[in-house]
Nanobody
């Protein structure tokens, strides 16, 4: 059984930082592309960042230069370092795993999901 457990969300002031973690079990983590999505109230779930098995990364335009996705295959964990946070970054953040080496941007392309962690940025 594949499990993804996120941690690290919370309340932070504008300009602050948070680091999200997602611990993965039940799958060969090093063979899986990983992504972070977010969903704000009334909005569709969107890809924030993703990383392939080979280390390629992609980011949505609004977080480029502020967020960094990374993975530690020894710990079966993917991270999202979020700096210079803005109120518009407020959302539930989800970790997602794809049973393939490359990532895609659509939520439907990912096979497993975490339960989500709330990130709230106050102005």
């Amino acid at each position: 059984q594949v499990q993804l457990v996120e941690s690290g969300g919370g309340l932070v002031q504008e300009g602050g930082s948070l680091r999200l973690s997602c611990a993965v079990s039940g799958t060969t983590f090093s063979a899986n592309a990983m992504g972070w999505f977010r969903q704000a109230p009334g909005k569709q779930r969107e890809l924030v960042a993703a990383t392939s098995v080979g280390g390629s990364t992609t980011y949505t335009d609004s977080v480029k230069g502020r967020f960094t996705i990374s993975r530690d295959n020894a710990k079966n964990t993917v991270y999202l370092q979020m700096n210079s946070l803005k109120p518009e970054d407020t959302a539930v953040y989800y970790c997602a795993c794809r049973r393939a080496s490359r990532f895609f941007s659509l939520p439907t392309e990912f096979d497993y999901w975490g339960q989500g962690t709330q990130v709230t940025v106050s102005s």
